[in-house]
């Protein structure tokens, strides 16, 4: 089966603007969740969908969103960028019932400038 | 909400040496327990896991223990090798439904030849 990927894998964005990132989960999986990885921070989780709907959500300022399509793929969104929001965004992909395996992309690099 | 810590923050080996690395939780309701293994400009990759009903796992050179009763969890590499080198997360998952990890700030070991 074909892994996580996940599109761009490198942005340069300007503070102010919004980007939007994209992952296609492994075939079968349903569950896509996002996090955010930073040197000072570590791994902190951004939201997770599951079926077309989010069921949690971490402690992230509004301008984080996100949505899941009907086939699984996921995307999220960050408004109004800021310095701060310069990182590396993966996504993991799971089957979401009852099977707590997760799979990584390999994560989109975002450099706000 | 759950809260892991994990130690060391980096550890070196001799090649052929034993390393151990090891992480407390918070929260008595998490039951599944993941090691990521992540190199350098990869993505993190799961090399193994327990839940909660077991105590020990063994795959090879790498093996995990847990104690649920000082939510603490344990993994073990042996006859380290260059190619060990990385950074390694433990994580979290609380028995909740979701799929939401929540990571260590994670271990770097490097290990010399």
């Known amino acids: 089966k074909a892994g996580v990927t996940q599109t761009p894998r490198y942005l340069i964005k300007t503070r102010g603007q919004q980007v939007t990132l994209s992952c296609s989960p492994i075939?079968?999986?349903?569950?896509v969740s996002w996090y955010q990885q930073t040197p000072g921070q570590g791994l902190q989780f951004l939201f997770e969908y599951f079926s077309e709907t989010q069921r949690n959500k971490g402690n992230f300022p509004g301008r984080f969103s996100g949505r899941q399509f009907s086939n699984s793929r996921s995307e999220m969104n960050v408004s109004t960028l800021e310095l701060g929001d310069s990182a590396l965004y993966l996504c993991?992909?799971?089957?979401?019932?009852?099977?707590?395996?997760?799979?990584f992309g390999p994560g989109t690099r975002l450099t706000v400038t | 909400g759950e809260n892991v810590e994990q130690h060391p923050s980096t550890l070196s080996v001799q090649e052929g040496d034993s390393a151990v690395i090891k992480c407390t939780y918070s929260?008595?309701?998490?039951?599944?327990f993941p090691w990521y293994k992540q190199e350098l400009g990869k993505r993190p990759q799961l090399i193994i896991d327990?839940?909660?009903?077991?105590g020990e796992k063994k795959d090879q050179r790498i093996a995990v223990t847990l104690n649920k009763t000082a939510k603490h969890f344990s993994l073990h590499i042996t006859e380290t090798q260059p190619e060990d080198s990385a950074v390694y997360f433990c994580a979290a998952r609380m028995n909740s439904g979701y799929s939401t990890l929540t990571f260590g700030k994670g271990t770097m070991l490097l290990v010399s030849p």
């Open positions: 993991a992909s799971s089957l979401g019932m009852g099977s707590y395996e997760q799979y």
């Open positions: 929260d008595s309701a998490s039951n599944y």
């Open positions: 075939s079968g999986h349903r569950s």
């Open positions: 327990i839940r909660s009903n077991v």
